[in-house]
Structure formats: C-alpha cells, structure tokens
C-alpha cells in the first residue's frame, strides 16, 4: 500500500470522473514500495492534453511538455507533472525522443522506460501494475533494464549514469546483462551535456551506498573523469596506509556527511597523490605537496563538468588545505579562521576526519582526538569572538589615519601587521596598545 498524497489522489479522481484512466507512476512508485518518502508524484493518464485541459479547467495548469504531453497542474499551489500515455520514437542523437505518439495503452507507455523498477505503476482502486517485474527486481536488489539493455542505452545514453547513480543511491546491483551492455555502450556518454553527467555525479556521490557504487562501477566514472584512473591499484606503500589511493577515496566518501559539497571534496581530495608519489630507498612511499596536484586536477575536472564557481571555489579551498596536521592549539584555530572562514573550516574538519578514518585503524584514534581537540578550540574562538579576522581587531583604518598614517596600501600592510602579532598573542587586542604598535611598524 502506498499513502497516496490528498492533492495527488484528488487530480487522479478528477481524471477519472472524466472517464479517464489515470496512475502514479516511476520513481514515486518505486519509493513507495521501498518505504521511502517520494520527491515528486508523477501521474501518467490516458487523456491527452486537451482532454486534460478541459478536465482541469478549474485548475491552474501550465503547459511545461505540451508536445511530449505533459502538463502542470496546481493543486491549491503544489506542482504535479501530468503526462499522457506515450510511446517513443527514434532517438537520432541518444538523448530525446525525436518524436512522440500518445497512446491509451499503460503498458506501452511503461515499456519505453528505462529499468524494470522505474516501470510500475500504482493505482488506490486498481493497485500495482507492474508488467516487467519491478517489484520482484526490488525485493531481489536487481537493477534491470526494461527491454534489450544495449536498446534502451543507445537511445539514451544518460540511463548509463543513471543506473549507477541508483546503485549508489539503492544499494543494489546492476543485472548482469545490463552491466554488460553498460561497458559496451559506456562511449556514448559522450554525447551527454556535462551538466547532466555533473547531477548525476552529485546524486551518485550522495547515495548511501556510494562507496559500493564507486568500487563496482569505477571504469564507468573513469571514463568523464579520467583523471581518476591512475588511483585505481596504486600502492601507497606507506604504514598509515592500507588501502590503494581509490580504495582509501571511496571509504573517505562514505566517511563523511552525504552532502554534495563534502561528498566532492572527498572525492577528489587525494586525485593528486600518484602524480606525486615518491619512495624513498626503505621502499616507503611519500606524497610530498600532493594537495597542489589535486587542486590542479580538480579544477581541470569541475571546470569541465561546469559546476558552479562557489561550488568549485570551495572544493579547491579544502583540498588546498587538507595536509593541515590539527593541533589542539587556540593560535592554530585562529590562523585557520583567519585564513579560510568559518564555513570552509567546518568543512576541511569533515574532510580531515574522513581521510583519517579511511586510513589504517592502528593510527586512526590519536590523530581523530587530535582533530576533535582542534575543532573545540575553533569552537571556542568564535564563541568568545576572539580576533582572528581585520573585522574583529580594535582598531581600524580610520584610527591609522588619525595617526597620521597617509591613506593607501600602508594602512592595509599595518593593519594585517598587526592583526598576526594578536593572533600570536604577541599582542593583546585593546586599542592603546595596537595604535602603540602601529607607530612602531
């Protein structure tokens, strides 16, 4: 049983008074049938858009897909997509349907979709139609095309990621035959616009089981992410050490809290590392400034994949930092909030955490107290709102010219004079003593 929304239910009633069949159908099925609570309910209906219309005249309805046969229809304000039954045509450029023809039949609209647990539909009255096997896909854990795998990838190349995106996200495995026809047609995700590859990534990265996903699936990341293929086997030959470079990314994703801005600078935080990776004559193996390398290849692949610049600034910023060794020391809080800000902070913790945790458990426990030491004392930096940035010193530009110091870039130079000898504590942060200080500087 699934717990139909009310506003849902009363647009599918609506349809059906007007003697019109009408379903939930997709990936609010498949969630319902999980237990999970859906993003979005699609509704999929017999009527076609201008039986819709007239069936929703009382409605405010917005013609989104009009040509594809989808509607908008506002309940009481909340969106719900209404689409009329279809069958696809041919897809020349691997993405879109060139053309579409509606139909009255639900099976042949189910038949078109892309794997066996996104093609159920579910009725209060009539219950699960279910012509492919979805159900018994989901209970088995199975993720199964609809139809002859290597046909529905080659008409849309982007269920390739979105087969591996639900891996990561459902814990399942790809069906044998569809994972076949996976690697076989895995180039044509080249015809893909990277900001739909870049979506799918940030919901793959995301997903409970990403870091299965990532082990199982890696070739098929490699292939827009080549640059992380040198990690695959690599050896890190050092004591701290016991998994490979990827081995040791994958844990650290799934380490840290599933948002997509920590789950990328997981990722990408050690790409660097066999660019690097030096060995030293007792065969130990040394990543000497790795973090520049992986903020380099980072930003050559975020920039590619077109993530937004506040997005990829912040990436860049963590990875920058993430060779930091925490101390449980108030001077170091300091510097850090000075130098990157409370938010990028919080998140370089995470990612310390992470990355500490995704390496040999014979070291993991002091260097994890180590980091939590660190992030009380940052705690109580801000909490006692002690001087770490220019905004927080006591005196400023205007007490510098009061001096007679002349405007220009020397009031700036002083002022981050002395901002450092407060954050040393070689200075305390009163006003008589800093404009002392300045006429010394």
Known sequence: MIRLPEKAALLISQLVSHGHEAFIVGGCVRDGLLGRAPNDWDICTSASPEEMKRCFSNFRVIETGLKHGTLTVLAEGEPFEITTYRIDGEYSDSRHPDQVLFTSDLREDLSRRDFTINAMAWHPQTGLV??????????RGSIRCVGKPEKRFREDALRIMRAVRFAGQLGFRVDAET???????????????????????????????????????????????????????????????????????IRAVSQIPGKPVLRL?????????????????????????????????????????????????????????????????????????GKLGEERLRL??????????????????????????????????????????????????????????????????????????????????????????????
């Open 130 to 139: 279910d012509p492919f096997g979805g159900a018994r896909d989901l209970k």
């Open 179 to 249: 994972e076949r026809a996976l690697y076989q047609c895995c180039p044509l995700l080249d015809k893909i616009a990277a900001e739909r590859m870049r979506m799918e990534l940030d919901k793959l990265l995301c997903g409970a089981a990403a870091e299965k996903a990532l082990r199982d699936y890696r070739e098929i990341i490699a292939h827009f992410i080549p640059e992380i293929r040198p990690m695959f086997g690599l050896d890190q030959k050092n004591r701290h050490h016991i998994y490979t470079v990827w081995e040791h990314t």
């Open 265 to 337: 600078c997981a990722f990408f935080h050690d790409i660097g590392k066999p660019g690097s990776m030096t060995v030293d004559e007792d065969g130990c193996g040394h990543f000497y400034q790795h973090e520049i390398l992986s903020e380099e290849l980072t930003e050559q692949a975020m920039k590619r994949l077109k993530y937004d610049n506040d997005t990829r600034e912040t990436v860049l910023a963590v990875i920058r930092s993430h060779s930091i060794v925490f101390r449980p020391d108030r001077k170091q809080a300091r510097k850090l909030l």
């Open 348 to 441: 370089l913790i995470e990612l310390e955490l992470a990355d500490v945790k995704s390496q040999n458990p014979l070291y993991r426990e002091e260097r994890v107290a180590n980091i939590s030491a660190f992030r009380e004392k940052m705690e109580e930096a801000l909490a006692e709102e002690q001087c770490f940035s220019l905004r927080h010193l006591a005196i400023n530009g205007k007490d510098l010219l009061c001096l007679g110091i002349p405007q220009g870039p020397e009031i700036g130079r002083i002022l981050n004079v002395l901002l450092e000898q407060v954050v040393e504590e070689a200075l305390p942060n009163e006003p008589d003593a800093l404009r002392e200080a300045a006429r010394k500087v």
